[in-house]
């Protein structure tokens, strides 16, 4: 039986998810692991250049296949990159792989587009044959089978939501206004990070009675014209240019769906915030949750929970929530070194360091994860999580059961609460 690569396995277990869902939207809650997966497969085995001060990434591989290609067939893949490159709202590299990689799902080329990388030798170059996916022949033929499988799928995704590409594969709410003519929309606008903010909504004005933009929201086009990258006082003119006649405002919210605050702007919404104290970005109006405690910390705006690592155990071929009253004690019960370590859960996988030589830990994907949840014993402040094992060669896949201690019951609670969030398949019980 031939070893499983763990990327291509994850990718495996969240296409099934994905396709379970009938048409894929934004707000699928697997698709942004789904297409990080894929960039970390596309990445994997990437060389940089010698000579060079600019870093490779697997864009430049899509953009090199027009010059390298040499089969004749590359006319929608060939659009596809110039629509890319053309892209306004796109500065990096990163945000133009990404922007592809959700371009050919919508389009269901993205098997077509892995077709062509692997038969382009100049391309291939770029990729180590040790670590690289695409250069390894046990594991190229079940990636492109899944690029086929996602090429046959449904993806209805959002392109033009694309300003937080460059940063996250997590997007924020995306909507369109549409205001009749008028002399002013009644907004004090703020420039941070080549973005324009609404720093204040003014009373009276169309803004407010309306009730389409608040304080934190980002204006990312008027009229179709990109503000990605603006300037001071860019929009300001082309709002005066477009005085008494119909606007079109695409603005991105500060909020998410759920009521949370898109991760990505806390740095932004911290800055506006002390330019107008009289702000408010909470996710919910609880008093507990304004200030991380005392055994939080924050990294680029996220928190991190400081806990106990008690220690893991092998539980076999089932990860079902059930294991988890019998893993737990044994673990406990096994007298394990315990670790004081940092819990990060992030858009699509967690990680977990120790906290005093910073070393990584481990690193675990949603759709590796099977159930997570609280220990009732003593003080609902141990929780557990099963995972896929990384397998042996010769051996199949099993499950393994990670045990940690929260400082309280009300933080253990969270962590499990935004671990089952991560991916809504995991089975999970507080």
Wanted: include cysteine; aromatic fraction near 8%; hydrophobic fraction near 40%.
């Amino acid at each position: 039986m031939p070893p499983k690569h763990p990327l291509i396995h994850s990718l495996k277990v969240c296409i099934v998810q994905l396709q379970a869902e009938g048409s894929v939207t934004d707000s699928s809650a697997q698709l942004s692991s789904c297409c990080e997966l894929l960039e970390l497969i596309l990445r994997s085995g990437l060389q940089q250049p010698v000579l060079s001060l600019s870093q490779r990434d697997y864009w430049h591989c899509f953009e090199q296949l027009l010059q390298y290609d040499t089969c004749g067939r590359l006319s929608a893949v060939s659009l596809a990159v110039q629509q890319t490159a053309a892209c306004p709202k796109l500065l990096t590299a990163q945000g133009r792989g990404r922007y592809f990689i959700r371009l050919m799902l919508t389009r269901r080329t993205l098997g077509n587009v892995v077709k062509h990388l692997l038969h382009t030798d100049r391309v291939m170059e770029f990729y180590t044959p040790d670590v690289s996916v695409l250069r390894n022949e046990e594991f190229v033929e079940p990636f492109l089978s899944l690029c086929l499988i996602l090429s046959e799928m449904e993806f209805k995704l959002n392109l033009q939501n694309c300003s937080f590409l460059d940063e996250s594969w997590l997007l924020p709410v995306c909507e369109t206004y549409e205001a009749v003519p008028c002399r002013e929309l009644g907004m004090v606008l703020r420039y941070l990070g080549g973005r324009v903010f609404v720093l204040e909504v003014l009373q009276g004005g169309v803004a407010q009675v309306d009730k389409f933009a608040e304080p934190g929201d980002i204006i990312d086009e008027i009229n179709g014209t990109s503000l990605r990258n603006s300037s001071n006082g860019q929009a300001g003119s082309l709002l005066s240019r477009l005085k008494g006649q119909p606007l079109t405002l695409r603005l991105l919210r500060w909020r998410c769906e759920d009521g949370s605050v898109y991760r990505p702007l806390v740095p932004f919404l911290r800055l506006l915030k002390q330019e107008n104290p009289a702000l408010g970005f909470g996710s919910r109006p609880d008093p507990e949750a304004q200030h991380p405690a005392q055994n939080q910390c924050e990294r680029e705006g996220r928190i991190l929970y400081a806990l106990q690592l008690l220690g893991k155990t092998n539980i076999g071929m089932y990860g079902g929530k059930e294991v988890l009253q019998h893993a737990i004690p044994a673990v406990l019960k096994s007298g394990q070194n315990t670790k004081e370590v940092l819990l990060d859960v992030k858009e699509t996988h967690l990680t977990c360091t120790d906290r005093s030589s910073k070393q990584q830990l481990f690193q675990h994907h949603f759709p590796e994860i099977s159930c997570v949840g609280r220990f009732g014993q003593p003080d609902f402040t141990v929780f557990a999580f099963c995972v896929v094992d990384a397998p042996d060669v010769g051996r199949p896949a099993g499950f393994c059961c990670v045990v940690l201690q929260a400082a309280s019951s009300g933080e253990c609670e969270e962590i499990v609460h935004r671990i089952a969030a991560g991916f809504k398949s995991t089975e999970w019980f507080v």
